[in-house]
Nanobody
Framework: HLQLVESGGGLVQPGGSLKLSCTAS?????????IAWFRQAPGKGREEVSC???????QYGGSLKGRFTISRDSAKNTAYLQMNSLTPEDTATYYC??????????????WGQGTQVTVSS
């Protein structure tokens, strides 16, 4: 059973950066999984931030491309979300999700517990 674990969240000042990580705690190889990052701010719906396919094709939600970069490292069995130029509007719980499929899907089967990102001075 695939279990995802996010890390790297925290408190950062506006304009700062954070890098989130998502790994499989159960030891399952993520190479054939599409992996995505979602976020949910208080009182708002869940928003897809970015997705990366097994072979590295990426897609981004809204206007996040340019500030956010998704990547993956097969050797470390980990996916990342580099977030730059953070603003208070980026404050949310960030979730990693995965699905055993080649292309980025509209729905995901596996979810992590989330990591909190707070952007505040």
């Amino acid at each position: 059973h695939l279990q995802l674990v996010e890390s790297g969240g925290g408190l950062v000042q506006p304009g700062g950066s954070l890098k989130l990580s998502c790994t499989a705690s159960s030891g399952i190889n993520l190479d054939q999984y599409a992996i995505a990052w979602f976020r949910q701010a208080p009182g708002k719906g869940r928003e897809e931030v970015s997705c990366i396919t097994f072979n590295g094709r990426t897609q981004y939600g809204g206007s996040l491309k340019g500030r956010f970069t998704i990547s993956r490292d097969s050797a470390k069995n980990t996916a990342y979300l580099q977030m730059n130029s953070l603003t208070p509007e980026d404050t949310a719980t960030y979730y990693c999700a995965a699905r055993h499929i080649f292309n980025c899907p509209s729905e995901f089967d596996h979810w992590g517990q989330g990591t909190q990102v707070t952007v505040s001075s």
